[in-house]
């Protein structure tokens, strides 16, 4: 890191380990501005159908380059949609030919299109031993479905009935546990690092950062602020943030940005989803600053990331401001409306220049 002076922090440009584009008018309308911060991203393959092949996932990734604004270079990563009857020697080809960097497993019914998500991680062992031996990373939307289990434990009971079995089976599996949202998983992570370093990271939400579950009815009920894992109380925000500014190795950036048009949002039955994309490094780096964690941004935002999934940090590099910036309330093309995370409200950084755009 490089603080040039109290007005910059320059740092090599960041990568979003976790994303969501949908397809067609949405992905348009959303891509610029991860593009625009990141220099790749982890694409989630929750789309309707779901990506389950390689070649699905090569056409996606070139529709979403397609959509990209002229001129920013952006290398989105691809990730295939684990289901209970997927062919082991389709995601291990589509791994070692380079088009499939992770595989991504929803429990069934967990959210936003995970219908055909996994019923029982049993039924996947055989994918997972190959991915072991392969070195291909999973990522796990970590929360049981069970209707039972209140909707705010639903993270730690994965630990408990999941995780722990799944690590002790796979002990050299390479898995990211996803949107981390409570102090329960941020000590499992940081336990299994401790017994087994590079086989666990976690990606952090800036959102999970910013707010707790109070946030979501302050005043009222705000459906932009619902999201899954939902939002929890505040003392495990506090240990997200301890946990995302202490630059440790398993910790990184992934915003989980989830675009849902308006009137998915506003309804009598509203969809979980925060778009965070507008200013998400921005906010990031607030979150930084408050904790006077700014020398160890990036760890977070552009080193732990590359490092647990064995690719180069980006060799470009960004500038961070300190000068107000709003962000805008909602973006919107035609038809087409999402609001934005804090849109509304200023924020204290924007990005200054990026080393690979001229
Ligand atoms: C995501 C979505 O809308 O695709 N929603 C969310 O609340 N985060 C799905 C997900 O990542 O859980
Ligand atoms: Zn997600």
Redesign the pocket.
Known sequence: MVEDDAHYLTIPLPDDWHV?FRDGDMLSLVVGHTARQFGRAIV?P?LAPPVTTAAEAAAYRQRILDAIPDGIPFDPLMTCYMTDTISVDEVSAGYRDGVFQAVKLYPQN????AAAGVSDIRMVYGVLERMQADGMPLLI?GEVTDAEVDVYDREAVFIERTMTALVRDFPELKIVFE?VTTKDAVEFVEARHAEAPGTIGATITVHHLMINRTDMFRGGIRPHLY??PIAKRERHRLALRRAATSGEGPFFLGT?T?P?HVESKETACG????FSAPAALELYVRVFEEEEALDRFEAFASRNGPNFYGLPVNAARVALERVELEIPEQIEAGALAVKAFKGGETVNWRIASRSDLT
């Open positions: 969501h989630m929750n967990a959210t936003t299109n939307h949107h999201c899954l989980d989830a849902h969809c979980a989803g925060i």
